[in-house]
């Protein structure tokens, strides 16, 4: 079955960097486009960046992010990585993966990152 599997989150202080992971399972990785979206406590869950098929570059992302947040993929590995830099206290978030096949959405459980001095 699809599965995806995030890690990487924890404390950063404003400024720094976090690298998130995302490994994936079940289903052909480099076939589909892979998504990173976030979910900010009472907000709803915004999209963060999509890495295509044909590149590691986003080709959808916010505006809160840019020039900030990169997003890359490993097809060997199976695996979608964000990596943020010059972190805000307002990245503060639960950050899912997603990918989309078989007509549904798929998630995983999510990674707490936490900006804060």
């Known amino acids: 079955q699809v599965q995806l599997v995030e890690s990487g989150g924890g404390l950063a202080q404003p400024g720094g960097s976090l690298r998130l992971s995302c490994a994936a399972s079940?289903?052909?990785?480099?076939?589909?486009?892979m998504g990173w979206y976030r979910q900010a406590p009472g907000k709803q869950r915004e999209l963060v960046m999509v890495?295509?098929?044909?590149?590691?570059?986003?080709?959808n992302y916010g505006d809160s992010v840019q020039g900030r947040f990169t997003i890359s993929r490993d097809n060997a590995k199976n695996t979608v990585y964000l990596q943020m830099n010059s972190l805000k206290p307002d990245d503060t978030a639960v950050y899912y993966c997603?990918?989309?096949?078989?007509?549904?959405?798929?998630w995983g459980q999510g990674t707490q990152v936490t900006v804060s001095s």
């Open positions: 997603n990918s989309f096949l078989g007509g549904r959405f798929y």
């Open positions: 079940g289903f052909t990785f480099s076939l589909y486009a």
């Open positions: 890495a295509t098929i044909t590149s590691s570059s986003s080709t």
